[in-house]
């Protein structure tokens, strides 16, 4: 297993779903999701070029990635996990991108940091397609009005939507779904598609894929 043949097989079939279906490949940013991976791992997916990535915890993500930040300043970190208001802070001090905003709460408190803090982080709303009691998410006919409240009222940067198909059902479903509300709404990003479902998100205008374990191989603990 070898971090840079996945990564080269990955961008292989990104870049020809994308040419497929008449997408520019440049607009399609492969997050590296870097979750419970060894740090020979990360040091290897650094040596690969790798420098968009992708972590679910606030804590991990700051014991990770904050002693290596000086050595490279172009990385970019994104939060993809669901985050509590008390951590609503350090994620605005340590990530670049946070996709998973689902909540009047957590608008408020990221609100409340990014103005303390004089940073003005790009964030995607977490829509709960599939409509399941235990996954976080705005559901669909509540979109508009959140992402009212999150512009006007918490004077947020909302760049896109991002969702997390449920396992059982066809991903293409609710990317075509996400698209489609993204679209009512007037919002560009599209954050959706993973290691087991990337191929059916390229085609649907995905234009942020959060890949780990086709990436880096399996995670050793389970999340
Ligand atoms: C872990 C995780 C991923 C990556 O999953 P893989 O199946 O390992 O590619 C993507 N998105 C979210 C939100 C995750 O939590």
Redesign the pocket.
């Known amino acids: 297993m070898s971090i840079a043949r996945n990564l080269h097989d990955i961008r292989t079939s990104i870049d020809k779903l994308a040419r497929e279906y008449n997408r520019d490949p440049a607009t399609i940013q492969l997050?590296a999701?870097s979750?419970v991976q060894p740090e020979e791992r990360i040091t290897e997916a650094l040596e690969c070029g790798l420098r968009v990535f992708?972590e679910?915890r606030v804590q991990e993500a700051q014991q990770r990635w904050a002693p290596r930040r000086a050595d490279y300043p172009d990385l970019e970190l994104h939060l993809?996990?669901p985050l509590q208001t008390n951590k609503a802070k350090d994620a605005v001090a340590l990530f670049d991108c946070i996709?998973?905003l689902d909540r009047e709460k957590l608008a408020r408190a990221l609100s409340a940091e990014m103005a303390a803090q004089n940073k003005s982080l790009p964030c995607l709303i977490q829509v709960n397609t599939g409509a399941e009691d235990q996954k976080s998410g705005i559901a669909p006919h509540e979109l508009s009005d959140f992402l009212g409240f999150c512009r006007n009222d918490c004077k947020l940067d909302v760049t896109g939507l991002?969702c997390?198909p449920p396992v059982d059902d066809p991903p293409a479903l609710h990317f075509a779904l996400l698209r489609k509300l993204a679209r009512e709404n007037n919002v560009q990003g599209l954050s959706m598609g993973?290691?087991?479902d990337?191929e059916w998100a390229v085609p649907l205008d995905a234009t942020y894929i959060?890949?780990?374990?086709?990436?880096?191989g399996e995670?050793v603990k389970p999340?």
């Not at 959060?210 to 880096?216: D, S």
């Open positions: 997050i999701v979750k992708g679910n993809i996990g996709h998973t991002m997390i993973m290691s087991g990337y959060r890949v780990g374990t086709a990436l880096f995670r999340l």
